[in-house]
């Protein structure tokens, strides 16, 4: 190699300018050229000792895939991807890179890293785009069956490991459609649809069994389920809602994010009435929170035609979302409301919303998570008139499957108790990943949990379990 | 795929369906609901088990044709199939040994009452069902509520059939006479429920209604259903449908469904107009 070490920039990725894209419900970030994926991928050092390989909780191959895009092979790198991610096209998609595989490449110590994520987005949609998808080999059937609750990125991983490894698995998923968050929550501009639907498409024919409209706890148990199956993993997410519990929060017009997106996204309410799910029409819209579904939330209400005011009660340093989300929802002109906090919402005769009471905040000492705690400056109401509210300020565990499940431990919080490094839950036989376990986390974490719960089911299995 | 193995006209707007559905026949109990999608644009809406035969894998929904999804629905026939079904969603009915129990279904509400007055009979219970409706063309089910109940009392809001009046009217009667009363259970709109309820606070009866809120996914992910019960927030979907009557927030429940109106009306006029496009 002649080029000097970081010479070449990191190249960046054509976007569809905020302008357009706040009128429209297509991908924002519009992918690498053939030209720009071999340019950024020629950056890469193919080091020995790959440091990016321990920031991916999947352990993607990175020096290899990256080497295939520079000698032109393309569909080869997404195989390389695929032998051990099987969502590479989501992964490359919405992985907080800058704090997984990036933040450990050795360029980013004096240049920028490499631009991992997006070139593991190019390979995936060059294969996709560019016909066959082939499957990876598949091991000869043991004839052991695994029940998976919960069709999202951690159930899906789980499955398809298993799959590959010759057991069969059925996932049992409570909504009409797979893909969990990917697809009730993140919204189409981030991710497109289509590719979640190609993905899982993929998980399908490498033998997973996909049965929808399964609500394990109501229409089955874990129990029932144990009849029939030789283990179950549990993989149901953290899909409850959190509200405030402030005065006025039942008017109409304030939504929980998970339905205000899942109205959207799933339902596709943005297509209404081509499409039969309502959402509001909105004039002006107040989110609380200031995390990636908060932002995700903002940008939908904007696309919907809506003056956006994001509301959060700590300051810019302290927001949980992705720098690169809050610099596009500022982009596309979502206004910021800092140190704010709604203590009541206002509303009209026919039960509407029409205000949000809030109040100033300053910071304090550091709380239990380290950051300065925000503290209400008295006297400081006043009011933003809104019509709709989305309370975007977390998740917690869905209680169905463990109030349904005898002897299965979950913490204080309802998150199910598993062993970090095999998913094993006090009942024998039961495993458990994903946000389920950890809280909402992120996609890559919930597939990674699933990849070594793949092992050890796979152990199970095999003998070194009891139950052979 | 969920296939229609029967479809019956009840009542001019009243339609029954009986579906292939097994996992959830088997599963199904008095006071529960499942939701379902008509086809791949459809919105997912709730409906009442209100009945189903776990040898024969069905379940039997019956509805009012109101508006876009209920009208796609009807327009379904045998042999056809619904796109999604899921349930069984909800707790039952708390089935107990309370001596006299009293049913009451108004409109549509008939046929969810009918599985909870079946369960609290067969628990030993005496069972009084009280039905009403508008007028004679909208009564259904008489004969099956006839079967599972140990008296039936009718109205209709016009006179048209048996007694002119509400099914308040004869639940005040009843108690007035003398009927000693432990429990009542009222399942249709919520003016009816919420009358219900004001009515049997007076007596001191405790009273069970079943909440309709507008509902998702109907599995405690998205809040949609939302109610006020004795001041405090809850999901209807999980937590009820069945609520103490006494302490539903029921002016707040009228509101809230009430939330998509325009769109709703927008979307039948869109519904009518393209099935007048197809049938011109
Ligand atoms: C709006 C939003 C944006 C996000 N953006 C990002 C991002 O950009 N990057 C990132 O890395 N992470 C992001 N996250 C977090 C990420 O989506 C989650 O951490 C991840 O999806 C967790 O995967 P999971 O498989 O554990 O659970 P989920 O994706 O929640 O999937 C759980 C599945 O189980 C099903 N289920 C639940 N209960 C039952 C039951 N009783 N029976 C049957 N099925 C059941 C659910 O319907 C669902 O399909 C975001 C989250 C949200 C809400
Ligand atoms: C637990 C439960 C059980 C029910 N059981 C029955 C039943 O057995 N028979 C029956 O006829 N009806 C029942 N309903 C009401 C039924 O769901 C609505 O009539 C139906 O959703 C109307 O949809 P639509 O598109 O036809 O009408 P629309 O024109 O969309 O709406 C008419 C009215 O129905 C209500 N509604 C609309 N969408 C929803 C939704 N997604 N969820 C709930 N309500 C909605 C609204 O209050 C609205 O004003 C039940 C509702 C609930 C919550
Ligand atoms: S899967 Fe995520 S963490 Fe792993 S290499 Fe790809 S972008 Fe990085
Ligand atoms: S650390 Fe960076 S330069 Fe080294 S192999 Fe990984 S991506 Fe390439
Ligand atoms: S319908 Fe979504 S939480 Fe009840």
Redesign the pocket.
Known sequence: MTKRIGEIPRQKMPEQSPEDRCKNFDEVPLGYTVELAQREASRCLQCKKPACRQGCPVEIDIPAFIRLIVEGDFVGSAQKLKETNNLPAV?G????QEAQCEKFCILGKRFEPVAIGRLERFAADYERTHGEVNLPEIAVDTGKRVAV?????????LAADLAKMGHRATI????HT??????????EF??PKAIVRAEVDFVRRLGVEIEAN??????ITVDELLETFDAVYI?????APVFMNIEGENLNGIYS??EY?TRVNLMKAYRFPEMDTPVARSRKAVVIGGG??AM??ARTARRLGAEVHLVYRRSRVEMPA?DE?IHHAEEEGIEFQLLTNPIRYLGNEEGWVTGAECLRMELGQPDASGRRRPVPIEGSEFVIEVDTVIV?IG?QA?P??PASTPGLETNRWGNIVADEETGKTSRDGVFA?????TG????????G??KRAARAIDRFLRGEGKKL | MYPIVKKQRLAPEVLLLEVEASRIARKAEAGQFMILRVDDPGERIPLTLADWDRERGTITLIFQEVGVSTKKLGLLNEGEAISDCVGPLGHASEIGEYGTVVCIGGGVGIAPIYPVARAQRAAGNRVISIIGARNKNLLFWEDKLRAVSDEVLVTTDDGSYRRKGFVTDVLKQLVDGGEQVDIAYAIGPVVMMRAVSHLTMEYGIHTVVSLNPIMM?G?G?CGACRVTVDGETRFACVDGPEFDGHKVDFVGLMKRQQMYLGQEKEARERMGHCRAERDA
């Open positions: 992964c998609r919405v992985c907080p609750v919960g069709g999202g990125p951690s159930g899906l991983t049992f998923e409570g909504l797979p893909g969990g968050v990917l697809v009730y929550g993140i919204p981030r991710l399964q609500v394990v706890g109501k229409t993989a149901t997410g953290a899909g994010a998970n997106l990636n579904v995700d939330s992705r989300e975007a998740n869905n169905l499957v990943g994903g946000d389920i376990v909402a986390a992120t996609v890559i974490e919930a597939m949990a699933a | 996914d599995t992910m």
